[in-house]
């Protein structure tokens, strides 16, 4: 049963619209550093109160255009 728990949980997070960095850096399997350079460039990076916030969903439009 907790297995099954834990997959709900991950599938959770994954599912998120706004992570901050370290959460979108762990979820596109990049570096801390580089995924706040690319949440810039794309204008996916909202501010709130000194929180940085980056839209999944233009984020990953982003990343689409790198793709080969």
Do not use: P, W
């Not at 959460?23 to 204008?43: P, V």
Request: proline letters at 0%; a positive charge; hydrophobic letters at 40%.
């Amino acid at each position: 049963m907790g297995h099954a728990r834990r997959e709900v949980e991950v599938a959770k997070k994954y599912a998120k619209k706004f992570v901050r960095y370290r959460e979108g850096a762990e979820k596109y399997s990049i570096g801390l550093t580089k995924f706040q350079e690319l949440a810039k460039e794309a204008g996916a990076v909202y501010k709130i109160d000194g929180i940085a916030l980056v839209n999944c969903e233009i984020f990953e439009r982003f990343l689409e255009s790198f793709r080969e």
